[in-house]
């Protein structure tokens, strides 16, 4: 049964299988969890355990389902069990699950991503987010020759030691200000200023002029929940790295291939050096690529000295995954289907919060959003900290009741996905409505 057909109040969520399984994981891995958000910290509670999914929805080991909005943190923009997807993968895994040598998917995904994203020329798969962000800030490092690299205060590009600093996302979750086990020597070149402060950059650019090798930066910050880039900002990193000869990386692990086909350097016209992927092109399955020019790229082994290499890079059925999914994606119709969906969300709640005056602001961009329960601006990490994460855990626990899974965070971001239905999005308005008026 759908639970947001109940009314408010009268069926709480029976979650006795997910609580015993919590019990017994947290004996056997840290926290019971094997990624520090999926521990519900940031909500309170113990986490749902999760069973299956099917098309928009979840279901969890106690019978309950839900619409989801977290599409496993953005790749499952076509909804779970895609039939192509999954045709494409029960296909590949009969070949053979991973070989450790070249195969022709990959190229076919590769020639898939490059046509979609004019600024990538030449593209190397790896297995995660992290391991593209890292990758890729060495391969800034070897083509310039320098050491420094700048990122944003509150955007996560993985959990690599250097990248971990005022990190957002989880580590806000959990407070903590960074991570024990990072010794200082390997942060000391990591530069942090405040996201959408353009002066910032510019006074670090002047103290270290021919020291930094690259900006990186995600273009929407999705990982400090969601935070735009104001008008002038990304314009400004690209005239800025441009003039220092330093290079600009997007990390479009969350962006890329959900906010337009060509990630969110399309929506903006903006070429940066180097693009960091993960999530959307492997279809669901573990993925991440790293891709820019084609001189750049050229450092990477074995054809240039940087070294970097995966057993399970370019995996089989990762890769078989990915094509089916940009296939789908490049239909024509299929972003314009994806804005509508987001709009008649995102029109809907803004009209909510304006009937029920709650102290609260909706933030879309595409297939992205975020609610946050402040009404002062928020354009960086220090404005975002400033929300009130205790209504947010109330409001997270109504949604779930009513059969609605978010993100168990205020610091991230919700997804849309093709395979949601409009009436489910309208029955999603109503239930925003019925809590927040519940809240007031």
């Not at 020329?121 to 995660?128: P, Y």
């Not at 005056?357 to 009404?375: E, I, K, P, S």
Request: charged share 20%; net charge negative.
């Amino acid at each position: 049964m759908f639970m947001s057909q109940l009314p408010t109040g009268e069926q709480k969520l029976n979650l006795s299988r997910s609580h015993a399984l919590y019990q017994e994981a947290q004996q056997l891995m840290p926290g019971g969890v094997n990624s520090p958000v999926r521990a519900f910290r940031g909500v309170g509670g113990d986490p749902v355990f999760l069973e299956r999914a099917e098309g928009p929805y979840l279901y969890d080991v106690d019978g309950n389902r839900y619409l989801d909005f977290v599409q496993s943190w953005g790749p499952m923009i076509l909804g779970f069990g895609f039939p192509d997807v999954l045709d494409a993968v029960m296909d590949a895994s009969k070949r053979g699950f991973t070989f450790g040598a070249p195969t022709q998917a990959e190229s076919e995904l590769a020639r898939l991503v490059i046509d979609s994203v004019p600024s990538v020329e030449m593209i190397r798969f790896v297995n995660s987010g992290t391991e593209a962000t890292m990758s890729a800030l060495r391969v800034a490092r070897a083509y310039t020759g320098r050491s420094k690299i700048v990122k944003f205060s509150g955007c996560y590009h993985g959990h690599a030691d250097m990248l971990l600093v005022q990190a957002g996302s989880g580590v806000a979750t959990l407070g903590l200000p960074d991570s024990p086990g990072v010794p200082r020597e390997t942060t000391v070149n990591t530069l942090t200023v405040p996201y959408n402060d353009i002066e910032a950059i510019k006074q670090v650019f002047s103290t270290y002029p021919d020291e930094i090798a690259a900006v990186i930066v995600e273009p929407i910050a999705a990982n400090m929940g969601l935070v735009l880039p104001v008008p002038g900002f990304l314009e400004g990193l690209r005239e800025v790295t441009a003039s220092y000869g330093s290079l600009l990386i997007f990390d479009e692990v969350m962006t890329g291939f959900r906010v337009a086909l060509g990630g969110m350097q399309e929506r903006v016209g903006i070429t940066p050096d180097l693009t960091c992927f993960g999530k959307i092109i492997g279809g669901g399955l573990p993925v991440g690529a790293y891709g820019g020019r084609r001189e750049i790229m050229q450092v990477v082994a074995p054809l240039g000295p940087m070294y970097q290499a995966g057993t399970l890079s370019g995996n089989p059925l990762a890769m078989a995954a990915g094509v089916a999914t940009l296939k789908e994606l490049r239909k024509p119709g299929q972003y314009e289907r994806l804005e509508h969906k987001s709009q008649l969300l995102g029109d809907g709640i803004t009209r909510v919060l304006h009937d029920t005056g709650a102290d609260a602001q909706f933030v879309r961009l595409g297939a992205m959003f975020c609610l946050y329960f402040t009404r002062e601006p928020i354009h960086n990490y220090a404005d975002v900290k400033q929300a009130d994460t205790a209504r947010f855990a109330s409001y997270f626990w109504s949604m779930l009741e009513r059969g609605y899974y978010l993100p168990p965070s205020q610091y991230e971001s919700c997804f849309l996905s093709l395979a949601q239905e409009d009436a489910q999005l309208e029955e999603t308005v109503k239930a925003v409505e019925s809590i927040l008026r519940q809240q007031a």
